[in-house]
Every structure is written in C-alpha cells, then in structure tokens.
Nanobody, 126 residues
C-alpha cells in the first residue's frame, strides 16, 4: 500500500485543520490506520488510530477531545480532524498502515506500523 498525507499548513492557536491520507493498493482494506507525528528534535509519537472496520479508535491523551480520526474505506481515505490546536501540536504528521492485525484492532505505537507515507507539516503559531 502507498500512502500520501496532505492538508497540513500554518494555523493560529485555537484553529482547525483537517488532514487527509490517500491510500492506493488493495492492501488498504486490511489496514489498521494511524496518525503519528514527529516534532523537531523529538521521537515519533502516536496520535490517533482507527481499526480496519472503523469501529474502534484510540487517541493519545493530549489530543483526546480535540482530534477525531475517521476513514472512508470506499474511497481509500483516512482523515484527522484537528480542533483547538496548540503550539505543541506542531509537527510533521504521518499516516501509517498495519496490515497484519484483526479487523477491530487499533495500534498505539509507531513501531506497530509497516507502511508509512511522506508526512505533512502542521505548524501552530501562538
């Protein structure tokens, strides 16, 4: 599967962005999907995950209540709606796929993902 994230940009604190991830290839139907971010000088950090069937989601604590992950399997798309953005959300955001798990599985560590796309930069100004 090939992944491409887009939709990043520069936004003021308190603002909103919607990231999208387009997937190509038949493997997407087997993918538990996740969004992972990496800020300058820091390790990659899990942000949000959604199961293959879309029925389960999970979020890192710092984004709960502000971010929403969703997917449209008919369109091979995954989304991350980000509201009430904070400067500490500034990072490169990646979408990633785990094709090995069960249909209801969510994966909360970057190391659990096999396929990654190029990231999209999100910058939140104070």
């Amino acid at each position: 599967v090939q992944l491409q994230a887009f939709g990043g940009g520069l936004v003021q604190a308190g603002g909103y962005l919607r990231l999208s991830c387009a997937a190509s290839g038949r493997t997407f139907s087997r993918c538990g999907m996740g969004w992972i971010r990496q800020a300058p000088g820091k390790e990659r950090e899990f942000v949000a995950a959604i199961s293959r069937n879309g029925g389960n989601t999970d979020y890192t604590t710092s984004v709960k209540g502000r971010f929403t992950i969703s997917r449209d399997n008919a369109k091979n798309m995954v989304y991350l709606q980000m509201a009430s953005l904070k400067p500490e959300d500034t990072a490169v955001y990646y979408c990633a796929c785990n094709p090995r798990g069960i249909s209801s599985g969510v994966y909360v560590s970057p190391s659990m993902y096999d396929y990654w796309g190029p990231g999209t930069q999100v910058t939140v100004s104070s």
